[in-house]
């Protein structure tokens, strides 16, 4: 099989190839276990050789699909995988810091089908158990013959901006000196656009237009997609919901708070945009002019 370049090497099917070699990522308990050999640490991604002493802890495995032309398996393995010579365990938010977003999706991918497996054990419309089809990613009701797919929930966040300020808020349950950018879920009915509209508004009573997409993110807690977009402020007066924000406020794009997401991850990404093209357009050398 070929992998189009433009998907970064991976390819999602729930189809093996049987390749000589394969791919594997360990995951203990949600966590995952890096290979400690040199030119492996933060790579969560094991070759068949290194992953033999995880054999006899594994419990379930889960085809993700094709990686750099090999296939590639999530191993779900017991808790006593983690004390393996040669290996270390990592939370998996912990890896969003020191791998690369190609190698983070892929583990957001095995931990989210081991999750999904989890929850859907038993059929939603007569109970009975389902069971994983080896044909694709879904967990099959054997009495009613239903078809149960992994669970995605859309989510849009933004930031929004007004010429050389952007609006950063701060959750009610981060600590005092983290800030962000606002997001939310989209509810049933609603395209992207009005879920901007309406969290935005909800949650600092700010109105917004010429909204442009940005990227996407998959964000597995437990199995989200971060939808990222910029927006610009139509209204700046804040007023906060005081539920899930606690604080907001607009920032010049050189003065921002000390503490906010890394460009990992798509909050930090939608600030560094910002900042870099806002240091062009305002920057030092445009004040001389």
């Known amino acids: ?18 390749t000589d070699k394969k791919w594997i990522i360990a995951v203990v308990g949600g966590d995952i276990l890096l290979a400690d050999a040199i030119g492996t640490h933060n790579n969560p991604v094991i070759d068949s050789d290194t992953s033999q002493p995880l054999h006899v802890f594994c419990q379930r495995r889960i085809t993700l699909g094709q990686w750099h032309t ?11 995988a983690a004390a393996t010579e040669g290996f270390s365990i990592v939370a998996l938010r912990d890896l ?19 999750g999904w497996q989890d929850t859907h054990r ?16 879904a967990m099959v009701c054997n009495g009613c013959n239903i078809s149960n797919y992994p669970r995605i929930s859309p989510c849009i966040i933004v930031l929004v901006t007004r ?52 990227g996407s993110q998959s964000w597995p807690y437990p199995g989200q997609l971060m939808l990222g977009f910029m927006a610009d402020a139509v209204t700046d007066e804040i007023k906060v919901d005081g539920i899930e924000i606690a604080q907001a406020d607009w920032y010049r794009y050189d003065q921002l708070p000390d503490t906010l997401g890394s460009p990992r991850i798509m909050s930090g990404r939608l600030i560094q945009r910002y900042v870099d093209h806002a240091s062009l357009v305002y920057g030092p050398e445009q004040d001389k002019l």
């Open 96 to 114: 969003l810091m020191v791998a690369g977003e190609e190698i983070f999706s892929l583990a957001c991918r095995a931990v989210q089908l081991l």
């Open 70 to 80: 090999r296939d590639c398996e999530v191993w779900d393995l017991m808790p006593q």
């Open 163 to 214: 010429g050389d300020h952007c609006l950063l808020a701060r959750n009610s349950n981060w600590p005092v000196n983290r800030f962000g950018t606002l997001a939310g879920f989209l509810e049933a009915g609603e395209t992207a656009e009005q879920a901007l509209h309406r969290e935005v508004f909800e949650e600092v009573g700010v109105e917004i237009d010429n909204i442009r997409y940005i």
């Open 1 to 18: 099989m070929t992998v189009p370049t433009g998907l970064n090497g991976f390819y999602a099917s729930p189809l093996l190839l049987n």
């Open 122 to 137: 038993f059929c939603g419309t007569c109970g009975k158990p389902n069971q994983a089809s080896d044909k694709e990613h």
